[in-house]
């Protein structure tokens, strides 16, 4: 069997190039310039657009929720300080304090809301650990479920997300309400 046969149709043999998804609406993200304001410090105060418009699901005293516009899993959260901080150490305690108890509302709503099993919860701190924004910090809250993890990322570097951010939103924004009446 040559290299460009393959045993199954619609496999790939061994050693030949990746298989290509499209994801066009990156790239208006990755070929943007830098901006020369904090996109995490402009999106809350941003009047000229909704919250829904914006993907905050809650405010709190100290910080806002926001889903991530380009998650690692469906309902995907960042929970991100109103203070521009890069480092963990330069937040008072208060705000620290918060960050936590909120990421703790997090995993409870996402657990209700799409029956979450696990979370990841961590901080990117500098380029080198991944953050995409580096100079204002902000925790991740990624929900999981037993089998998550599928062939797609494994033999592919490719994740498959399950729902629009849109109808995600929906689904959130809603128990987050209910939470903050409670």
Known sequence: MSQSESAEPGTRPVGVGPERLWAPWRYAYISAPEPEECVLCTIPG??????????????????????NLYPYNTGHLMVVPYDHQAQIGDLDDVALAEIMRVAGICTEILGEALRAQGFNLGFNLGRAAGAGIVDHLHLHVVPRWVGDTNFMPVLGDTKVLSEDLTATYARLRPVFDRRRDD
């Open 46 to 67: 941003d009047t000229g657009r909704t919250d829904e418009e914006k993907l905050i699901v809650a405010r709190f005293e100290l910080t806002y929720v926001l889903m």
